[in-house]
């Protein structure tokens, strides 16, 4: 597979030239690989610490945030947090150390499992149930449902999704992502079918294929889709279900950006994601694909805008506040949707996958009623990247 | 806009060493090929006695440059021997060394006041006869690259004093110590082509190189000192194109097509000595250093085994010795290779430092698209290659590679991709 190394001339003897025994009395072999003969410091270990860091960092502060909730099931919402963390990282870790030794062609990558582990927690959803959304269809969120759920999630996507896929070649999706769509599938599916919802929808979530709003009042909305008092749904959703505040635009703007007491566990505080990211990006500058990120939330940004303009919204915050920041959009934004493997190598191709994914995920969420649909549109970008690679738009140098 | 990647220098210390006489060989090892182009023959068998200086290998053809010998000496033995400019062993002309010194007839000379009125031709011809090639690393016969057609108008002359390679310290120093004579050899190689602008290139961190150029340069007409800031794939022709002249040479013309010649210190210098002093080029300034206690500047004869230099500086513990820079330079399988005219350094790595990284699969993170200075994609041309698709790699234009290995040094999976990419373009 590599470039085989030059050969060693044989030595001829009948020399008077004096043979220089140097460095082979030792009997040891120079050493002889192509140029370069230095490396840089980065490696794919240091990447991955790197990276498991940035994330346990955003998932210690979920767990801080959310201790202050117990669920009806009597869990303790931070507890519940940390011991997914715990399942899905160990299982990772130990799954991946037991095939590295069965399978002969497969490496432990401890770190690289341990990062899975975390991104498999950051992207489940946990949570109060049965509040103002209704039930949660399919989605168990809490415990000790969710321990199980997390555990199967991990297991089905380091074994299938990471091992499997990783001996075709190359990953086409991101394991996390794709394990987790398939395992809560019978649950989501039917708001696949549905071109959208109100209210009374499938989901039971809003539909926003419509005006909407940051009032909290209920109001009519002519009967056709769209929920003038989504800022309404977004308080009572995400703010401390001990709390019974209505709401004003400035504390449902607190909670998008601060404290989100329900959703993807990674994204409960979307200034931690976007610091722990940042950081991230800085300290392994140019290792990370940022321009993914970068081009996914201004391009969120500038779709919701111009549907607010479009649907004729009562505000031009709600939509925003919304598809930018609920923890699904933030936390796949920094730490899924740059996963190198099932994303695109060059630049360009990097911001041609944020802008699709943005503009996928606006969709889904829009008409498709399925909040969360950034996971839907992260998988069908993962698998445009081989075509997405295949552009080329700058040309080598002095051609 | 330029993919440039930062390698660290490494040059603190080297950088402050003067340059010091290594002794001559008791033994040559010179071989008969240090050039590219057409191929040398001796022109000395085994038994003959040489002086310093004279012709010994020689090949009547249009691309070609002699080798002179380095010592006085018998020759005692035609043989292959391996070495740094081939992949593989090449003849070499073994001479041992009498010790007398005898010097064979220098070079036809000029003064420095008639410079101006010699012809070209004449130039050229010393140029050619003192064998003077690229020392940069290329090899390429310089009486042959300064033989500009009088069609093509030269407008810049660059002075490469940007030794990019880490380590490297011998361009460094051939500046600060031999700097008159540069400006005697940039003299020459301007009037060769026709007085276009000179600009002397080189790296604001060679703090102690850059006053003495400008003071040197001063007074020479239509001349320009530019000490920037330069990454390490600057160093090219090509790039330096770019960072100091604004544009991209295009791709697979000669330099001179473009209106530019980019020419190395180290070759300026050996034009100067050659030209005025009639000096042939038997030695060069090669940097020692890596993994060792006391990195140098020797002044060493071609021909010089390596196995002589370390052992006079009493190193004998690496793993690995490089020849011609840790980026674009080659490992020795022996340490019997002698010096060459494109020795620009030897650099011995410790044992811990020569263990080859163990290459894993690509994580595509594309750190080498961005990294690459032309802008190739050699994780799609490593990809190719190791499927044996060469078409498909030429299709990414693998032919455009210089070499510069930052894919590979940047690559967080160590996976050898320039030597890949390498592989294909030399099958082109
Ligand atoms: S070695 Fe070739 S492919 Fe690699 S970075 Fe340098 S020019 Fe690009
Ligand atoms: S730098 Fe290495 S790991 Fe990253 S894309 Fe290129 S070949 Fe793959």
Redesign the interface.
Known sequence: ???KK?N??P??DN??????K??SENS?E???????????P???N??MQYTFFAILSTLIVSMVLWSQVTTPSGWNLGLTLAICTVISVGLAVAFDFLIGKVASDS?VNTWSAAVFGLIVTGCYTLGFPSMAIGAEMGVPVEAPLAFYYVAIITVLGLVVFKKVM?LAG?KFVNPAAAAKFLVLLPGTAVTLLTSWHSITGMLSVPSLNGPIGLTTIVGSNGGGAGYPAFGGYLQSCYQLPTSMDIGTPESITQIMLLTKYHGWTGGACSIAVIIAGTALFILGR????WRITASFLVSTAVLSLILSVAFGDADLIARLLFELFIGSSIFMAFFMATD????????VG?IIFGVGLAVLTVIIQTFMGFFGGSLLALLIMNLLTPAI?KI?I?????? | MANLVHIPEQKEVARKTPIEIFPDPKIAVVLTNQQSGATNVPLVKVGDVVSIGQKIADVQAKVSAPVHSPISGTVIKIDNVYNSCFEYPTEAIYIENDGKKTKAKPLNTIKESELASTKNEELLKIIREAGIVGMGGAGFPTSVKLAVPADKPIKHLLVNGAEGEPYDTADERVMIERTANLVRGVRVVRKLLGNPKVIVVTKESKVEAVPKLQEAFKNEPDTEVRATHLTYQQGDAGMMQKAILGYEPIAGKRSYEMGTIVQNVATINAIANAVFDGEPLISRVAALNGDIPTPKNLMVKIGTPISEILKANSITDCGSVVVGGMMMGVQLATLDAPVTKRTSSILCLNKAHAKARKPTACIHCGRCVSACPIRLQPVAIYNAVIKGDFKKAEKLWAQDCIMCGTCSYVCPANLPLASNVKMARNSQ
Not at chain 1, 286 to 289: A, D, E, G, I
Not at chain 1, 340 to 347: C, F, I, M, R
């Open positions: 597979m590599f470039p030059f060693k001339p030595l001829k020399t008077s030239f004096e043979k220089v140097l460095m040891n120079l050493v002889v690989n192509p140029a370069p003969h230095i490396h840089g980065m490696t794919k240091r990447m490496e990783g190359r140019k290792y990370f694909k190198p493997a099932t994303t695109p190598y060059s630049g990097q690679d080329r700058n040309k080598p140098f002095g051609r």
